[in-house]
């Protein structure tokens, strides 16, 4: 490869990449459901329906035009259909890649800073920044709801099961509580308890609950799963994406705890993300951004497993496990009986 076609190739990836930080603003400001909403309006009006600032507002919009969101005539600005998907309400919503863009550069940026001192601060990293947080959980809710509905629950049997017992699913690290409200949309005798250590989350999961009339059957709490104490033994544990968060500070104690708190026949269901037995398949296209996403665990404590590993801390603590892969073998469920 030529040193010009690699400027090339380098210079298209930064402009993608400085379209994926003009999105997040629209996202995180609201202005792409806010012009969605005028249909048509000048910089000025969009700023004042927002309630935003009218020179960072005419500013974002030269730029989301440029960058092809959004179509102008004269000073009206509509959005196009790119600026349409990035809608968080959309079908389909091109929001997580967006969000996703801006926290892989704010995790870039932290762990740039720790490679000499190797101080690894932890979960607190994801809060830094006030614009961020809030769509994290969106994020993730988007990014595989849709293949927890129609793929992995009507392939895993126990969900069924702890419904028809009128069973508690306990969600430990549950984000917006997303899973749960799907469960219970699904299970209608099933109860939910979410546990998650960031307030925001746990205010969103609660407000989610209500605005869906789940309220009754779904509850969450903000807390640490290190140091939590459930009332009632589960029928149904399910931690996704949050085992890696927890493994390198107490693995025994948290497969023990699992154990201990699910009634006999009950099941551990952990979802996480497969980090391949060999590096060369981190090349692969639909596994790069795990090797990114490694690193920025390692950031807040954390690296990604392997399935068998988690397999193997089950049967050490006296649970029979079973692996489900889906999505071409990069996500796994751990299925674990008591
Ligand atoms: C990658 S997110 C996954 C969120 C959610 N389960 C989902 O699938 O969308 C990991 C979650 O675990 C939570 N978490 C990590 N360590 C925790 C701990 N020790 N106690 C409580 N929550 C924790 C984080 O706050 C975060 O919301």
Redesign the pocket.
Known sequence: MTSDTLKTQFRQQAQGALGLYIAFIGVSAGLFSTLHRLQAASAHTLAEAGGLDAGYVARWCDAAYAFGYLEAEGDLFRLGPAGDAMRPEAPDSLMPLAVQSVLSAHMAERAAGLMRSGERPG?SV?GERDTILPW??PM??SN?ATLFETTICPAVPVFQQADAQGGLAL??????G??LRALARHYPRLRGLG????AE?VAQARARAQAEGLAARLQFEQ????DFTLEEPADLIA????LH??WERGRPEIFRWLRDNLKPGGHAVI?EPVWPAERAQLREPSRRGLSFQNLSEHVQGNHLLQPGEIAQAFQEAGMPAEIHLFAGGNEALIVARR
């Not at 546990?195 to 960031?198: K, N, S």
């Open positions: 979960e994801l994290f959980g993730l809710e595989f969600d430990l690290g549950c984000g917006n997303w899973y546990l998650d250590g960031f989350n807390g640490d799963i290190h931690m996704n994406r949050a968060h927890v979802w």
